[in-house]
């Protein structure tokens, strides 16, 4: 009895893209995603990029399996990765690795700098566009009573917000 493989589909950096935008649009409808493929010597890779919006860690969970090799750095080898269909049929994408990227907006930043402000954290000139060292939110952790999560914990600008915001009131009450 001979086994016959099932076919390999190999996706164009293109038609990856294309797919990584769909899924990025149906997963987060409102946000605005860049997605760049570029073309290399020996490869591939995209560059998915957005202003606020969901968390790095949320888009990469959606993104990374449209990456079509992986690296292990202990071994120093890069492998391949395959997608199996339920029929058997394997499925490579065309980008090698997709990197993903958040930047904040200057409203929402001053937004998240007004309320860090509010904390007793001025923010300086010099300082403009970063947040509090891990420092400095140890301490407003500590000083305010009830509040459980970690601020270390926090990827995304919009939970940051809110847990400010909550604590703002709960010092209110």
Do not use: C
């Amino acid at each position: 009895m001979t086994q016959t493989s099932s076919p390999t589909r190999y996706v164009t950096l293109n038609e990856t893209n294309q797919l990584i935008r769909l899924t990025l649009k149906n997963a987060f409808p409102s946000v605005r995603f860049s997605v760049r493929g570029s073309k290399y010597s020996g490869g591939a890779s995209t560059q998915v990029s957005w202003t606020d919006g969901p968390s790095d860690a949320a888009v990469r969970e959606i993104t990374r399996q449209f990456e079509g090799k992986s690296f292990d750095g202990m071994t120093d080898m890069a492998s391949s990765n395959f997608l199996t269909e339920s029929d058997g049929s394997r499925i490579h994408y065309g980008s090698d690795y997709v990197f993903t990227g958040r930047t904040t907006s200057p409203a929402r930043q001053a937004e998240i700098e007004e309320l860090i402000a509010s904390w007793g954290f001025p923010v300086e000139d010099g300082r403009r566009g970063s947040f509090p060292t891990p420092i400095e939110l140890h301490v407003m952790r500590q000083n305010t009573e009830g509040f459980h999560q970690s601020f270390y914990e926090m990827t995304d600008t919009n939970e940051l917000v809110g847990a400010i915001s909550e604590m703002q009131a709960r010092s209110a009450e």
